[in-house]
């Protein structure tokens, strides 16, 4: 499990997460207390993306990971752990308290939140969670269950168990899929932030950085994913400290400042810094 308050904070700015994460070892014995005999499956329903914990980017361990534009045809079989009272209570990276009681699950790539099916490979049996969290960062494992999908499925006392996982309807689409409707998307011809300098201040030769990776491949997926949605203006600039800057500019119109920082936001980026060239 990822258990991140302020995931969007700072998530992009520099490719590297500045707050604490925290992995449950998944080998606990059951927890006592509430008991989840009377636990019911939630019902999946449309509602909205987190505008936490949905970057399209981010880095964990040194390791890069791409949250999907849409939990459509999502399907995946591997290990599933779980996690409990030592994260009761704590907030998830999506922002919501963590309940061991309610039948929630972490997932690496899936857009926030997604309903999906789990099912046991070894017996057959099933349950349906609501993915409001990341994690688990363990190689092999695809979900981290809540105490009470996980006492469901019966697998509390061994830990880890075989699964697969299927994403139900109505699924989840981010801001960056690119079937969603582009009308509030025009081309970029000025670039700034919330917290950029007053737009009497800006010059041309300032860009708006959005990402720093150590990996093209990861600053080129992000370019895109951006020039896509937004138009021309987004660009992969290296730097002496061998990182690839994702930035926007130059800066030409001061006036579209709030229009791209709403822009960005809907992204699930706004850790953006004004630069020079």
């Excluded at 996982?165 to 409707?181: C, D, G, M, N, T």
């Excluded at 990776?213 to 937004?230: I, K």
Aim: charged fraction near 20%; include cysteine.
């Amino acid at each position: 499990m990822f258990i991140l308050s302020y995931f969007r904070t700072g998530i992009l700015g520099s490719g590297l997460l500045s707050a604490a994460v925290l992995l449950t070892a998944c080998t606990s014995g059951p927890e006592s207390g509430q008991s989840t005999s009377a636990t019911t499956d939630p019902v999946p329903f449309a509602e909205p993306p987190s505008r936490l914990g949905n970057p399209m980017v981010y880095t964990v361990f040194g390791e890069e990971y791409r949250v999907i534009s849409s939990s459509e045809g999502y399907r995946e079989r591997g290990l599933a752990s779980w996690y409990g009272r030592k994260f009761h209570g704590k907030p998830t990276s999506s922002g919501v308290t963590y309940d061991m009681y309610a039948q929630t699950a972490a997932h690496k790539t899936l857009p926030i939140p997604t309903f999906v099916r789990v099912t046991r490979l070894d017996n057959g049996r099933s349950i349906v969670v609501r993915v409001n969290d990341r994690g688990p960062f363990v190689d092999g494992r695809i979900i981290d269950l809540s105490y009470a999908a996980a006492d469901r499925l019966g697998m509390t006392e061994e830990g880890l168990t075989p699964v697969e996982v299927k994403a139900l309807s109505p699924y989840q689409y981010l801001a960056w899929h690119p079937s969603l409707p582009t009308q509030n998307a025009q081309p970029l011809s000025a670039s700034a932030s919330a917290a950029a300098a007053p737009a009497s201040s800006l010059r041309h030769d300032q860009f708006l950085q959005v990402g720093a990776f150590s990996q093209r491949q990861t600053a080129e997926y992000l370019r895109q994913r951006l020039s896509d949605r937004l138009g021309p203006g987004v660009e992969i600039a290296s730097s002496a400290d061998a990182l690839y800057r994702v930035r926007i500019g130059p800066l030409r119109e001061p006036e579209d400042v709030d229009r791209l920082r709403l822009a960005l936001v809907e992204f699930g980026i706004d850790a953006i810094y004004l630069t020079q060239d």
